[in-house]
């Protein structure tokens, strides 16, 4: 599917693949407008789903990992969220990147202005890990409980 140019998300959107089995996926450049674009498409989603209750920390979440992406990696960011089956479930969110290298998590000093995010991602997430990319790259993925 293509982004729907009228729409000033879509100018900051590679490629969007929204199925009806509960899954969205897009594809952002290596822009410094990815991280904006990325948080708005995940809000929007997740009220879509009626996931509202999630939508903060999913942003927030997302935002680290797209920052990170930024940071290290050149080419093509993707951010993939599938929907839960039933109340009970969880939310999975994933970030890929071309980089194959993982990620590191480190403690940052309190004064460094970064370093935290994957901490941020480990501490308010229920799991989180990677995993290598379907042909090259890195994927950083988590989970959020949904609240009942």
């Not at 999630?54 to 930024?70: H, K, Q, Y």
């Not at 290598?132 to 790259?137: I, L």
Request: aromatic share 4%; hydrophobic share 40%.
């Amino acid at each position: 599917m293509k982004p729907d140019m009228g729409n000033p998300l879509a100018r900051e959107v590679i490629g969007v693949i929204d199925s009806e089995d509960g899954c969205a996926e897009w594809t952002f450049p290596a822009e410094a407008g990815a991280v904006r674009a990325a948080r708005a498409a995940v809000r929007g989603r997740l009220r879509d789903w009626g996931l509202d209750t999630l939508t903060d920390i999913t942003a927030l979440l997302v935002s680290e990992l797209v920052t990170n992406s930024l940071r290290h990696a050149t080419g093509p960011i993707g951010v993939r969220l599938v929907r839960p089956v039933d109340l009970g479930g969880v939310l999975l969110v994933e970030v890929s990147d071309p980089l194959p290298d993982p990620p590191l998590e480190r403690v940052a000093d309190p004064e460094d202005e970064s370093g935290r995010g994957l901490q941020l991602v480990a501490h308010s997430s229920r799991r989180w890990g990677t995993k290598p990319g379907r042909n090259t790259g890195k994927t950083v993925w988590f989970e959020l409980a949904v609240p009942q």
